[in-house]
T-cell receptor, first 115, second 110 residues
Framework: NAGVTQTPKFQVLKTGQSMTLQCAQDMNHNSMYWYRQDPGMGLRLIYYSASEGTTDKGEVPNGYNVSRLNKREFSLRLESAAPSQTSVYFC??????????????FGPGTRLTVT | QQPVQSPQAVILREGEDAVINCSSSKALYSVHWYRQKHGEAPVFLMILLKGGEQKGHDKISASFNEKKQQSSLYLTASQLSYSGTYFCGTEWTGANNLFFGTGTRLTVIP
């Protein structure tokens, strides 16, 4: 099992460009999450999908959109990148959404720089 | 909304013990603990539920005080491999997502 995979690993964008970060999991998990991690800020939730066909906003959704393409895949789109979106982006999955023994498994991350 | 972790950083010699604390201002359903090594993804350590159920690493222990909305992670007889940043994630009753603290950087030296 590969677990949670993310592409690309690194990306540099110019302000205003768009891009999609891809995430896939092979653990048959129902729930998937997108986080960003900035120095000194910990992990902050951007969007999550509790189950296939549903998506919800997290703490910091502005400037992002998501698509739960199927049970395996959950993509994050930046429509018009801004320097404030420079960050490390992590995708995660869990067997079920919260309220139980549902630990999250994280992908290796995408390091995004917006100039 | 973000839980508060303390201390922010700690340096230990191999074999020493450490306690990392996490507190929330809201009533919690669960607390998660993760460790992240530099340049890597966070890795699950422990989850503790309101009511006492827990799941996690057999060499790491943690507690959850539901009345005080606090959790502590206990690292005993530390090893070099324990170095990294420890994050707690807190889940409120009825929520489907975690709020993470800003992390505690643990360095174990020989």
């Amino acid at each position: 099992n590969a677990g949670v995979t993310q592409t690309p690993k690194f990306q540099v964008l110019k302000t205003g460009q768009s891009m999609t970060l891809q995430c896939a999991q092979d653990m048959n998990h129902n729930s998937m999450y997108w986080y960003r991690q900035d120095p000194g800020m910990g992990l902050r939730l951007i969007y999550y999908s509790a189950s296939e066909g549903t998506t919800d906003k997290g703490e910091v959704p502005n400037g992002y959109n998501v698509s739960r393409l199927n049970k395996r895949e959950f993509s994050l789109r930046l429509e018009s990148a801004a320097p404030s979106q420079t960050s490390v982006y992590f995708c995660a999955s869990s067997e079920h959404p919260g309220q139980g023994l549902n630990e999250q498994y994280f992908g290796p991350g995408t390091r995004l720089t917006v100039t | 909304q973000q839980p508060v972790q303390s201390p922010q950083a700690v340096i230990l010699r191999e074999g020493e013990d450490a306690v990392i604390n996490c507190s929330s201002s809201k009533a919690l359903y669960s607390v998660h603990w993760y460790r992240q090594k530099h340049g890597e993804a966070p890795v699950f350590l422990m989850i503790l539920l309101k009511g006492g159920e827990q799941k996690g690493h057999d060499k790491i222990s943690a507690s959850f005080n539901e009345k005080k909305q606090q959790s502590s992670l206990y690292l005993t007889a530390s090893q070099l491999s324990y170095s990294g940043t420890y994050f707690c994630g807190t889940e409120w009753t009825g929520a489907n997502n975690l709020f993470f603290g800003t992390g505690t950087r643990l360095t174990v030296i020989p």
